[in-house]
DNA sequence: GTCGCCAATGCAAGCGCTTTTATTTTGATT
DNA sequence: AATCAAAATAAAAGCGCTTGCATTGGCGAC
């Protein structure tokens, strides 16, 4: 209709400086004509690109992933790329199958949660030469690019800000630890803030429970059902949390007059709980969005792509108070 | 490597049924033994489908829509169907952007959230034959397959339970109305009721808002600054419930006894708020996974293709009192 | 006016797969 | 052993796009 052979077409929609304005202006008058759509197969095969990136993340249901993805996505958008999202439920070997399923895709990048992670899938994903990011978790000398924070340093300075308002009797409800590197790292700074005290999590005082509500609630049931009690517990995330806080108003306890109750993450819900949680700020949106510059960086190979680290801060609200107050 | 041809190999990744066992097994070997996978261009090129199928929600940042799009992603996994997701942020316009590049993307289905949108819209999706199913919305003759409850029933209902405790001073804050058409039933459920007992919902006690906790806030405080002020604040969602009893306790009131509140959606945070909710349980999880068989009946032209309706359920909990008590 | 040069466009060769059609192999039957 | 039908496989033609290279045409310099 514009009179024009398809490489012209192509040029328009593609590089549209190269054509001359007329020509491209009939172009466009056809495209906008015929409602014209490039097909996404043809395009994949000839230019050996998607113009995707994915993403696997444990699980949508918790509100970090939630924003972070959104401004992960928001971020890539803006430089025409569109987000897959999978989820593995905290499983490593369903992580797996997804980041394959993702590569069979032909994503052009990955974004990832945490380092923990089969040394062979990284084989893979350096072999195929798909970029990919690492985030929500970052250590000095972590051999890949990642985003993310020091979830170590974090939960330490919550640990020692529980010591300092007195508590000794401190009890922990951690994540599954099992292929996730937060929820270890999470338990190490507790236990480093500890040791520093001359203190240890021991078995009786740490549960490890998958981020639900209920179990956030039993776990925590348990804790308070031997003598003497923790006067504080501290949580791998601001859900267990909120879990905990519902078992000790229905063990007729109250916090934080008989037990102070921390989180991570600072989640809305931190906010609106009664009392209000004090936890760990961690930027989750600023988080998505320099995943997605990373990646776009890699994936342009620029020289400039390096790891960002964030910083994390504590929020004082209600639900953490000094010993005997 | 295994002495045959492309199209065997094809055979033995598609159908592999067709091909005898001793030739498939070498097929099978090769392919694990080069970590081969095929070209997603080329496949959806040859082919003319992606095995993936689209769905724009407003926000991932509300934990329905992550709810359901979990349960929608695993029902379509078990088909080999990819789901990628877009947001709108109750954007009608932004919506009408995303469905196009999901379509540009070669979706070969897609998810949309509600029934209000340009007529255009939905001629596009038809003349493409590109199957959709409308989630989160319901009504009787619609004339789109779709897979929801009726807010406006459910919301009615609600307000009827408001009523029947005593209440006659009701004000209600409503989610954003506009290329909305949950929060509208919702408002007209609410006033369905009122009529019924010669009340109305004037300007002075309807606020509509942003689906945010502190829009919540704000329009409590603004509804509860009128003299005589309402005794009961109905929500049109959790997340504006939650925000309204933050706005309650600010202001040195105190839920149910001063004003009771009620949300819509039982996302958890409503059994974690103190007093808790009570609200309209929607099965989140349940619709995403029928949305997902819906579309998978579509798609492959099943004649058993129909809507479905989910019922959905009151909560009682502690937020919403008899008035006076 | 002629020549070069550059910008604009066309030509045509794939990209890696699926699928129809043709061919070969297999194995049962005579 | 010969025959034939059925099953298994190979051959080859695209699918719709991008892109390197060839071609064209317009314009300034001589």
Redesign the interface.
């Given at each position: 209709m514009a009179g024009v052979s398809t490489a012209t077409v192509s040029r328009v929609l593609n590089e549209p400086e190269r054509v001359s304005a007329k020509t491209r202006s009939r172009v466009e008058a056809a495209v906008a004509h015929f409602?014209y759509?490039?097909?996404?197969?043809?395009?994949?095969?000839?230019s050996?690109r998607?113009n995707?990136v994915g993403a696997v993340i444990p699980?949508?249901?918790n509100?970090i992933f939630?924003?972070g993805?959104?401004a992960l996505?928001?971020a890539l958008a803006e430089d025409g790329v569109?987000?897959?999202?999978?989820?593995s439920n905290y499983d490593p070997e369903r992580e797996a199958q997804q980041i394959?399923?993702l590569?069979?895709?032909?994503v052009d990048g990955l974004v990832l949660i945490g380092e923990a992670r089969d040394p062979a899938l990284y084989e893979?994903l350096e072999?195929r030469g798909v970029p990919f990011v690492l985030v929500w978790s970052w250590r000095r000398d972590c051999p890949w690019p990642c985003v993310g924070f020091d979830n170590r340093a974090a939960a330490r300075a919550m640990a020692q800000k529980v010591l300092d308002l007195g508590h000794r009797r401190i009890a922990m409800i951690a994540g599954v630890t099992h292929g996730n590197d937060r929820a270890v790292a999470r338990v190490d700074g507790v236990r480093d803030a500890l040791a520093a005290r001359g203190l240890r999590l021991d078995e009786t005082n740490l549960i490890e429970t998958p981020y639900h509500?209920d179990a956030g609630e039993n776990a925590a049931r348990q804790l308070l059902s031997v003598t003497p009690r923790p006067t504080a517990i501290v949580c791998g995330n601001d859900?267990l949390a909120?879990?905990a806080?519902?078992a000790i108003?229905s063990m007729g306890l109250s916090a934080p007059a008989d037990v102070s109750v921390t989180g991570f993450d600072d989640i809305?819900?931190a906010?609106?709980?009664?009392p209000p949680l004090t936890t760990v700020h961690v930027p989750h949106r600023r988080m998505g969005a320099a995943a997605a510059r990373l990646l776009l960086r890699l994936r342009a190979q620029e020289d400039n792509a390096t790891s960002v680290v964030f910083e994390t801060a504590l929020v004082e609200r209600g639900s953490l108070a000094p010993l005997g107050k």
């Amino acid at each position: 209709m514009a009179g024009v052979s398809t490489a012209t077409v192509s040029r328009v929609l593609n590089e549209p400086e190269r054509v001359s304005a007329k020509t491209r202006s009939r172009v466009e008058a056809a495209v906008a004509h015929f409602d014209y759509t490039p097909h996404f197969g043809g395009r994949a095969l000839a230019s050996n690109r998607t113009n995707t990136v994915g993403a696997v993340i444990p699980t949508m249901e918790n509100a970090i992933f939630a924003r972070g993805l959104q401004a992960l996505q928001e971020a890539l958008a803006e430089d025409g790329v569109t987000l897959v999202v999978a989820t593995s439920n905290y499983d490593p070997e369903r992580e797996a199958q997804q980041i394959r399923a993702l590569l069979g895709r032909g994503v052009d990048g990955l974004v990832l949660i945490g380092e923990a992670r089969d040394p062979a899938l990284y084989e893979t994903l350096e072999r195929r030469g798909v970029p990919f990011v690492l985030v929500w978790s970052w250590r000095r000398d972590c051999p890949w690019p990642c985003v993310g924070f020091d979830n170590r340093a974090a939960a330490r300075a919550m640990a020692q800000k529980v010591l300092d308002l007195g508590h000794r009797r401190i009890a922990m409800i951690a994540g599954v630890t099992h292929g996730n590197d937060r929820a270890v790292a999470r338990v190490d700074g507790v236990r480093d803030a500890l040791a520093a005290r001359g203190l240890r999590l021991d078995e009786t005082n740490l549960i490890e429970t998958p981020y639900h509500l209920d179990a956030g609630e039993n776990a925590a049931r348990q804790l308070l059902s031997v003598t003497p009690r923790p006067t504080a517990i501290v949580c791998g995330n601001d859900v267990l949390a909120a879990g905990a806080l519902l078992a000790i108003r229905s063990m007729g306890l109250s916090a934080p007059a008989d037990v102070s109750v921390t989180g991570f993450d600072d989640i809305d819900l931190a906010y609106v709980l009664d009392p209000p949680l004090t936890t760990v700020h961690v930027p989750h949106r600023r988080m998505g969005a320099a995943a997605a510059r990373l990646l776009l960086r890699l994936r342009a190979q620029e020289d400039n792509a390096t790891s960002v680290v964030f910083e994390t801060a504590l929020v004082e609200r209600g639900s953490l108070a000094p010993l005997g107050k």
